[in-house]
Nanobody, 121 residues
Framework: QLREFGGGAVQEGDSLQLSCAAS????????MGWFRQAPGKEREFVAA????????YYSDAVKGRFTISRSGAERSGRLQMNSLKPGDTAVYYC????????????????WGQGTQVTVSQ
């Protein structure tokens, strides 16, 4: 079970940090991903991290602005979002892929309920 924290309403250029708490520690072979979904749009990949190695992957839209991390001891992942833009406005979800890295939401097994991020000009 996953739960996201940290969403909110900010101004363009501000920062936010999202957290994803897992009820049980992911295995080293698992991947934690962050996705977002804006109104009327499909859920899109934002970032992912291999739980065991910490190797991170980003979409082109957020590369250089967002940083994904994880803490095994805390059983949590984080998404640090800097230089936010109005186009980043969406509901953000964390999810676990037990089968390895995927950029497709349909490959992720477990999802949080989502947290709203709103960026205004």
């Amino acid at each position: 079970q996953l739960r996201e924290f940290g969403g909110g309403a900010v101004q363009e250029g501000d920062s936010l940090q999202l957290s994803c708490a897992a009820s049980s520690r992911p295995y080293s072979s698992h991947v934690m991903g962050w996705f977002r979904q804006a109104p009327g749009k499909e859920r899109e990949f934002v970032a992912a991290i291999r739980w065991g190695t910490g190797l991170a992957y980003y979409s082109d839209a957020v590369k250089g602005r967002f940083t994904i991390s994880r803490s095994g001891a805390e059983r949590s992942g984080r998404l640090q979002m800097n230089s936010l833009k109005p186009g980043d406005t969406a509901v953000y979800y964390c999810a676990i892929d037990r089968n390895g890295l995927s950029y497709s939401a349909s490959d992720y097994d477990h999802w949080g309920q989502g947290t709203q991020v709103t960026v205004s000009q």
